[in-house]
């Protein structure tokens, strides 16, 4: 395969008096003429190469049919109308209603679609205030984590003049009397690095309604630890600014509050040291309870008076147990605490002072979302969804208890068709890892089978079963699809995460290593037919496993990954991830980066799988240069490996981002491409 001339140049780094070149250094300017020549030509040859595959169309075809579902979200009930998102199956964007009850008509209040020609600007968030009548809502442009928030009155459906800019990474909530809202920001970045520029210094504001954002009141700074972010919550009862303090992705975190009754107070610490991770759930007067890790890995619920100022005044109410306490919501005086158990969900409901009352009964092993909603509330709603489960909504009346099925959509393939199982594999150091793989009922295990194994493997991140059409497409293609649980997620907590991070990131490495070994020990395919993928952190476990193991796969699929491990800290929000791999400005850290970084990995003449690197030209929180230089470094080293006729290809999507938001039509054509690779490439 001819691949497009990519140029290098003579850049060398100085990392403690370790010498490290950047050949494509250049590639990092994803706005400059050289580069987009260079991805209109990786994208020719790209595109070429797959639409010339004759099992592509079909696949599409079938995915286009296992797309075209009914799917809902949860419902909310706030004043005198019940708000969910609908799409009728093909729509590039789900459309926001309002609707008096559960089951009476409806009338649209948001159409995303509405928002572009083209469908790649999405509603990315909502926030209604606590009598129903406004609605706050965030727009994402062509899928970069930056927010533009407006303000919609609910019962005309028309929009205020408020518009809030240049937020990222932050919740919204509103002052219980509806006067406006508190958000968090950073500066207007500099024209032409809005989607490259580091994020540091992020500031809260209180936005009353009809001020222009100028005007909007500070709440809280600190210009002296520009790596520090906020997340605001107001109390049920309006009484308290909650606000979670972050640095990083690290899951420790600090507690300021500051009373809203008293116009002239102060925002005032409340749990510091960042020691162990704190997630508000609830308060009653003034008794605030938080889910956390301190001196409980696997988590534990505890209340917090107001006020406090010593920790001996915490009073656990629900004490850690051999499962991951994953959240928990408060409604009167009952308590609903989600559990995850081998990655795989169970809730129980609790009195107040902890005391078990049940387990809620689910309708089958798998993942289960929501139980949102005000403490007053006499009904909830939760979500629930495994591998070839498409997710059902499900009504909780909180007085009863009862639980009922609110909406389950009907999908073009029989679920009786399909089966999972959950296997362990033991990595390198005798850990037991999980693995969950999802087949037809029919499936020969005699080597043969095409086989995607799927992993994360990072930022205390559970991997749980959940549906996806795609997912499905591969399956009913005759594929097998096993997703591992490594060391480095949250799926056993804190213990776990922290045993892949860091100076022990390898041991995420050995896991996936692992659990592809027994894959084909169980004859569930060959190393020929066994392909790796993974975004993101993920797209960073592929490169660096099959860099590691080029002999273990036939095919990978990095997508949106983390492939500079020297750099990746100098662009957007990448500062943040330093807590989870360590950095380069750190002495001790740079030999362990450079012993796993997938672009520093690739050895010329070696014949490494097929691959197909995906990006997107607007992700703003794994910059697409990572992949860029990835892909450019492979391709030359693929080029000069003898008798290797594995094509190594980049696929760069236009107008979306790090995959949220992305239109369904988008996604279709992106599935069908790497299905058909893999298909084409797995014999």
């Given at each position: 395969m001819k691949y497009p001339d990519t140029v290098t140049v003579d850049v060398t780094d100085d990392y403690f008096g370790r010498k490290v070149n950047d050949p494509y250094r250049w590639l990092e300017d994803t706005e400059s003429e050289a580069t987009a020549a260079w991805i209109e030509a990786e994208n020719k040859v790209t595109q070429n190469y797959l639409q010339s595959l004759p099992q592509r169309e079909p696949i599409r075809a079938r995915l286009e049919e296992l797309w075209n579902y009914e799917r809902y979200n949860l419902p909310a009930k706030k004043g005198d109308f019940y708000l969910y998102s609908h799409n009728d199956g093909l729509q590039d964007q789900?459309?926001?209603?309002?609707?008096?009850?559960?089951?009476?008509?409806?009338?649209?209040?948001?159409?995303?679609?509405?928002?572009?020609?083209?469908?790649?600007?999405?509603?990315?968030?909502?926030?209604?205030?606590?009598?129903?009548?406004?609605?706050?809502?965030?727009?994402?442009?062509?899928?970069?984590?930056?927010?533009?928030?407006?303000?919609?009155?609910?019962?005309?459906g028309k929009d205020l003049t408020d518009v809030v800019e240049w937020v990222k990474f932050s919740s919204i909530a509103w002052k219980p009397d509806s006067s406006g809202f508190f958000y968090c920001r950073y500066d207007a970045p500099v024209e032409g690095a809005e989607l490259t520029g580091t994020n540091e210094n992020q500031r809260m504001y209180f936005h009353k309604l009809g001020d222009k954002q100028s005007q909007d009141t500070l709440v809280l700074e600190r210009p002296d630890q520009p790596k520090w972010g906020f997340s605001p919550v107001v109390t049920d009862d309006g009484h308290y600014l909650v606000i979670q303090n972050w640095r990083g992705t690290e899951p420790q975190s600090q507690v300021f509050i500051k009373d809203l009754r008293d116009d002239d107070a102060s925002v005032v610490p409340m749990i510091t040291g960042f020691d162990a991770d704190f997630v508000w759930v609830a308060s009653v007067d003034d008794t605030h309870y938080f889910v956390t890790d301190h001196e409980s890995p696997k988590r534990r619920l505890i209340a917090v008076p107001a006020g406090a100022e010593n920790r001996d005044a915490w009073k656990e109410v629900i004490a850690e147990t051999t499962d991951v306490l994953e959240s928990a919501s408060l409604f009167g005086t009952t308590f609903y605490v989600s559990y995850l158990k081998d990655a795989r969900g169970r809730v129980t409901r609790h009195h107040i002072d902890g005391t078990v009352i049940n387990e809620l009964s689910l309708p089958g092993v798998g993942t289960v979302g929501g139980f949102s909603g005000k403490q007053d509330a006499n009904e909830t709603f939760f979500s629930f969804t495994n591998y070839v489960t498409?997710?059902?909504?499900?009504?909780?009346?909180?007085?009863?208890?009862?639980v009922s099925l609110w909406r389950q959509p009907e999908v073009a393939f029989n679920v009786d068709d399909f089966v999972t199982e959950q296997l362990f594999c033991k990595s390198k150091d005798g850990t037991k890892i999980p693995i969950i793989v999802t087949r037809k009922k029919d499936t020969i295990l005699d080597g043969s089978n095409p086989t995607m194994l799927y992993g994360y493997g990072g930022f205390n991140i559970s991997i749980t079963p959940g549906f996806s059409p795609a997912t499905v497409g591969w399956i009913d293609a005759g594929g097998v699809y096993a997703v591992v649980n490594l060391r480095g997620g949250g799926e056993y907590g804190r213990e776990w995460h922290e045993a892949g991070m860091k100076l022990k990131k390898q041991n995420v490495f050995d896991d996936c290593i692992a659990a592809a070994e027994l894959l084909i020990a169980k004859k569930y395919t060959t190393a020929t037919r066994l392909s790796l993928s993974g975004r993101s952190n993920g797209g960073l476990l592929?490169?660096?496993?099959?860099?590691?193991?080029?002999?273990?796969?036939?095919?990978?699929?990095?997508?949106?990954?983390?492939?500079?491990?020297?750099?990746?800290?100098?662009?957007?929000?990448?500062?943040?991830?330093?807590?989870?791999?360590?950095?380069?400005?750190?002495?001790?850290?740079?030999?362990?980066?450079?012993?796993?970084?997938?672009?520093?990995?690739?050895?010329?003449?070696v014949c490494y799988p097929a691959t197909l690197v995906t990006t997107a030209d607007r992700d703003d929180r794994v910059v697409p240069g990572h992949s860029f230089k990835f892909a450019a470094a492979l391709q030359a080293a693929q080029s000069v490996a003898p008798n290797c006729?594995?094509?190594?290809?980049?696929?760069?999507?236009?107008?979306?981002?790090?995959?949220?938001?992305?239109?369904?039509?988008?996604?279709?054509?992106?599935?069908?491409?790497k299905w058909a690779f893999l298909l084409e490439n797995l014999k």
């Open positions: 789900s459309i926001l209603y309002k609707a008096s009850g559960l089951d009476t008509d409806r009338e649209i209040l948001i159409d995303p679609m509405t928002f572009s020609k083209d469908g790649t600007v999405a509603l990315a968030g909502t926030a209604t205030s606590d009598d129903g009548k406004l609605i706050a809502y965030g727009l994402a442009d062509g899928g970069s984590d930056w927010r533009t928030w407006k303000v919609r009155d609910v019962t005309s498409p997710t059902s909504i499900y009504r909780v009346d909180l007085q009863t208890g009862k592929v490169g660096a496993v099959v860099t590691q193991r080029p002999d273990l796969f036939g095919a990978c699929l990095p997508q949106v990954g983390v492939m500079d491990m020297l750099r990746y800290h100098k662009f957007t929000i990448g500062w943040a991830w330093a807590s989870e791999f360590g950095s380069s400005d750190e002495e001790d850290q740079v030999d362990n980066l450079l012993s796993y970084s997938p672009l520093h990995n690739i050895k010329p003449g006729d594995r094509p190594t290809l980049i696929r760069i999507e236009t107008r979306a981002g790090h995959g949220a938001g992305t239109p369904v039509s988008k996604q279709i054509e992106e599935y069908a491409d």
